[in-house]
């Protein structure tokens, strides 16, 4: 039951479903670095030279993260851990790539049959190996994309597909200000898991992120969801009686509400080159997984940055529930720094 309740949470965290419907292979939308994780999981426009970055935004791929690498790993409940490797490469004339691998154990499940008689144990794993390309078109404009070659396995189930991000943003230097535009997981399913193919989950994100000329302060805006317009959940139980005919009404939530859904807030503070802190607000999260009966964190994130010699190491916590939350954990460094 625990393993089950910890699966639905990481699933509740991280769906970019379209509403009325579940895709497949949602591990996509899980964010393995904790600098992301910390500014409340996608921080699209943030121009910082991280190669995380570029893992959700293609086209910040540039030439001052050539030999970074990057190892991210996430703990959620009970022994479901993700893992990412990820490195970056510049050629000149030619562009920027990067290379990684992701990997999600869910761990043992029991196997029972119909009269809930235990018969043994079966696991789960999803795997993605992602190819990445960027291009400095001019200071003010960059492109890029990402090829995702996918496997899921869950018992003896498996299913294989292929994605395809794209990527544009805009760059305005003297005024630290950045625009960026997503559209993630354009692709299709090879096999599915049974004769039935499920549509892979798309999304369109719009971020914006400007750092202050004469504070250490970046904050990031990013609008997710663009493709779906209502995001609010259709919940039986939230209903109203009317204090005049007495009949029952749904108590859905108003536009303003599902307006802030498709927002997420994020700010880094790096009072130094060797230390920086996170902080991030995801409204559609809380408003999810948030309890009537109890003041919860869900929602918030928070990370924090320290730079050892020649490796930076990130931590983030992410509260989904008060049963819990992730654990982010990443290690950074440029190979090309060990040649000096």
Known sequence: MKKLLSLLILLSGT????????????????????????QGGVAIANTEQDVNFALWNPSLLNKEMSGQVSIS????????????????????????????LRYLDYGDFDRANTLGIRAGEFGGADVALTIGYGYQLDTNWSFGANLKV?????????????????????????????????????????????????????????????RFEHLPLRWSLTWEQLETWDLRYDDPSNVKVNSLTGEIEEDK????????????????????????????????????????????????????????SKFRINYARNMYHVAGG????????NLGDFKK
Do not use: C, W
Not at 162 to 177: E, F, N, V, W
Not at 182 to 191: H, R, S
């Open 253 to 308: 939530p108003g536009v303003m509400n599902n307006v802030l859904r498709h927002l997420v807030i994020g700010a880094e503070f790096a009072p130094t080159k060797s230390f920086n802190i996170q902080f991030g607000y995801n409204f559609r999260k809380r408003q999810e997984l948030n309890l009537d009966t109890r003041r919860t964190s869900a929602g918030f994130s928070f990370g924090l940055g320290l730079k050892i």
């Open 326 to 333: 992730a654990n982010n954990f990443s290690l950074v460094t």
């Open 150 to 210: 996918i496997n899921s396995t869950l018992e003896a189930y498996s299913s294989t597909g292929m994605a395809l991000d794209l990527a544009a943003t805009y760059q305005i230097p003297r005024k630290r200000l950045s625009i960026a535009l997503v559209a993630k997981n354009i692709g299709f399913q090879f096999n599915a898991y049974d004769a039935q193919r499920e549509k892979l989950p798309f999304e369109l994100q719009l971020g914006i992120s400007n």
């Open 15 to 38: 769906l970019s479903a379209q509403i009325g419907g579940q895709n497949a292979y949602q591990f996509l939308n899980i964010v393995p670095s904790a600098r992301v994780a910390g």
């Open 73 to 100: 790993m996430v703990d959620y409940l009970s022994d479901i851990l993700l893992g990412d490797v990820t490195y970056a490469r510049h050629y000149d004339s030619i562009g920027t790539f990067s290379i990684g």
